[in-house]
């Protein structure tokens, strides 16, 4: 049995370029359920973006446990830690099982009637009122497609407010306007596979180790395999794929634009351009190629606080490899110019002609596991079915499917993003909010002003949610709802993989799923399409989707061909699935034809540095037609940068072992005991300045709010403070909120109301704080993990006892009962 909190990524099965990926089945059960009295149910995992195949393990009506599938394409049966133990929180006791509702100023529990009666009379009121303005929504990447195609068409053609957003602006909306920008529709157009045949990868700010687990199991595999593909990797932290990297770039923080613009300067200078695929296949060579001359070296150096020469290192590997994938997350994204320096990535795998073909990809990664679903399906700040909502055309046809009235779909302005409709209830015009499976209260920035307008008595308030959350414990109605393994659904990963995740278990208590708790409340409003007759078609998860595929047909998301019992018994299926490609797409732009054509295309564009948005004059103008756009931009500094008072740059960020707010990772045992704790990271010299040693108390404060914790001295580069987003007020080594009792512990006490022009993604990783020791330690060391990228360092490696498993110590806490069984096809495996 393997200790899959202490080995993160599992036992390694190498292979070489070209070959497949090996299969191991990982499983993990309850050890006091026998495994032939268990039940399996098909699944998929929902804890990073990955989309792991599952079954979950069902025994007496309760989940025992799980294992991954070895037929499915994306991890060929292997699971990470949050996959194998998350789903304990689905047992937990302290689930909501009724509703509650305020009264007298405090939640008590409710009957279904009465709180949907609730939701429903104040949202008369404020559409009597204020119109369809005062209506906000606000929901998750945890969702399911069927859940946001149906929250899309009760807020779009129901309501018609364009108050709709998902958490998704938080982790990868720049994802989502970078592919935009450069080929004209969202949709990454690699696959897991191209991990498979590349013989180069440029990782920047994305730390595969501990956001997608299994994927960066897959690269370990072909980095001990018998042709390593070369790896470049821009990281402020020495994180464990950094350490594997031929080139690190530990750039400072908000300068990915300087050090894009640089590497593409080399690329030109030196010739590693594809100059006949960029002039049949692109435009905007011309003013790239001037903006990157002012980009040599030894400016981005100064810059960015790297090198020269490793500028120039990192870009011969990306230059004279033959197959190049690159990928970005939230490094690029919650960073200073982030769509602009995604574009830059996008442009390199361009400049080299290296899209479209196996290994030749570039990846604009996702965060959440159906953050690709709210996109999709117009549940955040997109039209469904990857229409543009600035296209008449688009409208009407979106509204002939919809069966009302083009003018019913509020297409007048952007979708608004929800930094702005928290604005918008701050100054009082927005009245209601219902935030449906995400926890604002911990993950939004400037955390004292989001709980100040989630306080304001004339904000109506409703949660859905399956805990007590920060947030729910400042809302006015909770609606409790079945999670993950308790109702039916699709979801899509971030190489276009559409997973069924069937029903396991029934939810607790009197739980309800969102899709049901959705239809329930467009039937209190009588919400109905141009004919009078109720607005949604469909009762079923199922009869949801069907619907669903039909509005996607010819959209770049093309649907139409997949089905339930398509998705049932196999693996994964890749859109665009149709009749034309009944079996899906492993790759888009094979012909090299993008999606850009101003009649066809999703977005029309924007500037790169004000987020003026183009019309389709301005995109006509430019002549794409099928060609892929180069942005370009000049580097500006960020908006908060170290000062006397405030020295150290912030970067917040994850853990392997826990989940945004871990709300279930959280609940775990073995994920909660490997990582119980906030912590801070600080570099070895900067703790020896501030005399901090591993495991010393330290406030660190921004101009907005402070946290304490313990210290943790690790391989981050000086001037840089990282703290993990995860923690809030809930949990704690002390059962109290926090290792100092009452004290702050949520990073986003600390950052900045600031966001990417273009994407509106919010900013977490430039906040100028300080920080300050407040005693000497006990001699306990941080409660970060020992095994990843808050690895310590120096002395604080030698009071974490590291020197075992190829010197990562381990915490015995995060150990225990986490013993996974790990089958190998090379061992006889065969898969059922």
């Known amino acids: 049995m393997a200790d899959r909190v202490a080995d993160i990524w599992g036992t390694r099965t190498p292979y ?77 006791p302290d689930r909501l099982t009724a509703p509650l509702v305020r009264r007298d100023g405090e939640l008590r529990p409710a009957s279904w009637d009465e709180a949907m009666a609730a939701i429903a009379a104040r949202s008369r009121q404020v559409m009597d009122e204020q119109g369809p303005l005062g209506m906000g929504f606000y929901d998750s990447g945890q969702l399911f497609l069927e859940d946001y195609y149906t929250l899309a068409m009760i807020v779009r053609a129901g309501i018609g407010t364009p108050h709709l957003d998902g958490n998704t602006r938080l982790c990868t909306a720049t994802s989502d306007f970078a592919l935009k920008e450069t080929f004209g529709s969202d949709g990454d157009p690699g696959s897991m596979t191209d991990f498979d045949a590349c013989d180069t990868i440029f990782a920047v700010g994305h730390n595969i180790a501990e956001t997608h687990t299994v994927l960066w199991a897959r690269i370990l595999d072909r980095l001990h395999g018998p042709d390593r593909p070369r790896l470049v990797v821009v990281d402020p932290r020495r994180t464990k794929v950094a350490q594997e990297a031929d080139v690190h770039l530990p750039i400072r923080n908000g300068t990915n634009l300087a050090l894009l613009n640089g590497l593409q300067h080399e690329l030109i200078a030196n010739g590693w351009i594809d100059r006949e695929f960029v002039d049949e296949h692109t435009i905007g060579f011309a003013k790239l190629d001037q903006t990157v001359r002012e980009y040599p070296p030894e400016r981005v150096a100064e810059i960015c606080g790297v090198p020269a020469d490793d500028i120039r290192a990192a870009a011969r590997v990306i230059g004279t490899g033959e197959r190049l994938v690159s990928t970005a997350l939230q490094g690029v994204y919650q960073s200073h110019q982030a769509t602009a320096s995604a574009c830059q990535i996008n442009n390199i795998n361009l400049l080299r002609a290296m899209i479209g073909r196996p290994g030749c990809s570039v990846f604009q990664m996702n965060g959440q596991p159906t953050a690709q679903n709210t996109r999709e399906t117009g549940a955040d700040g997109d039209l469904a079915g990857m229409r543009n909502w600035q296209n008449p055309e688009h409208v009407q046809e979106l509204a002939r499917i919809w069966n009302v009235e083009p003018l019913q779909i509020p297409t007048w302005a952007p979708p608004t993003h929800v930094m702005q409709m928290f604005r918008y209830a701050e100054e009082g015009s927005l009245r209601f909010l219902w935030i449906i499976g995400t926890n604002p209260a911990v993950s939004l920035p400037e955390l004292h002003r989001i709980r100040s307008i989630l306080k ?83 009762h079923t998860p199922q009869g949801c989707f069907e619907a669903f595929k039909e509005m996607t047909r010819g959209r770049p998301c093309d649907y139409s061909g997949l089905s339930y019992g398509k998705l049932r018994g196999g693996s994964g299926i890749q859109w665009p699935c149709t009749d034309e490609a009944p079996e899906g797409t492993e790759r888009l732009y094979t012909d090299h034809r993008f999606n850009t054509r101003s009649e066809f295309c999703e977005d029309y564009g924007h500037d790169m540095l004000t987020g003026a948005a183009y019309e389709f004059k301005d995109h006509a103008a430019m002549g794409p037609a099928g060609r892929a756009v180069l942005k370009t931009a000049q580097f500006l500094p960020p908006h908060e940068p170290p000062s006397d008072d405030y020295p150290f740059l912030l970067t917040t960020g994850r853990t392997a072992y826990h989940w945004h707010t871990r709300t279930k990772t959280g609940r775990a045992r073995q994920l909660d005991a490997a990582a119980p704790d906030v912590w801070v990271e600080i570099s070895e010299g900067d703790a020896r300045r501030l005399r901090i040693a591993e495991g010393d108390p330290v406030r660190v404060e921004s101009p907005r709010g402070r946290l304490e914790a313990r210290a943790r001295v690790s391989g981050i580069r000086d001037g840089v403070v990282f703290v993990p987003f995860h923690y809030g007020r809930w949990g704690g080594e002390n059962g109290s909120g926090g290792q100092n009792g009452s004290a702050p ?64 110590g381990v915490r015995e806490s995060g150990a225990r009962e986490s013993g996974v069984r790990e089958t190998s096809e090379r061992a006889g495996h065969e898969a059922r």
Not at 38 to 56: P, R, Y
Not at 62 to 85: E, Q, S, W, Y
Request: aromatic residues 6%.
């Open 745 to 808: 512990r949520a990073a986003n006490e600390l950052t900045i109301t600031d966001w990417d022009p273009v994407s509106k993604q919010p900013v977490f990783k430039t906040a100028a704080v300080r920080v300050e020791k407040l005693g000497d330690g006990d001699g306990t060391p941080s409660p970060a993990p020992t095994t990843t990228a808050s690895q310590p360092v120096g002395e604080a490696a030698a009071a974490n006892g590291a020197g075992t498993r190829g010197g990562h």
């Open 456 to 538: 304001q008595e004339r904000l109506f308030v409703v949660v859905s949610d399956a805990f007590l959350t920060e947030t729910a414990e400042l809302a006015d109605v909770v609606l409790p709802t079945a999670i993950w393994g308790e109702k039916t659904g699709t979801y899509t990963n971030h190489d276009r993989t559409v997973h069924l995740s069937e029903r396991a278990v029934a939810p607790p208590g009197e739980a309800r799923t969102d899709l049901d708790i959705l239809l329930e409340y467009a039937r209190r409003l009588e919400l109905t399409d141009k004919d009078g007759s109720p607005l949604l078609k469909w």
């Open 16 to 92: 070489g370029a070209g070959e497949r990926w090996p299969v191991r089945v990982d499983q993990y059960l309850d050890e006091r359920v026998p495994e032939g009295e268990v039940e399996w149910v098909q699944s998929a995992c929902v804890l990073c973006s990955n989309g792991c195949g599952m079954d979950i393990g069902v025994h007496s009506g309760r989940i025992v446990g799980v294992r991954g599938r070895a037929t499915d394409r994306v991890n060929h049966g292997r699971l990470g830690p949050k996959g194998l133990f998350g789903w304990q929180a689905n047992n937990s």
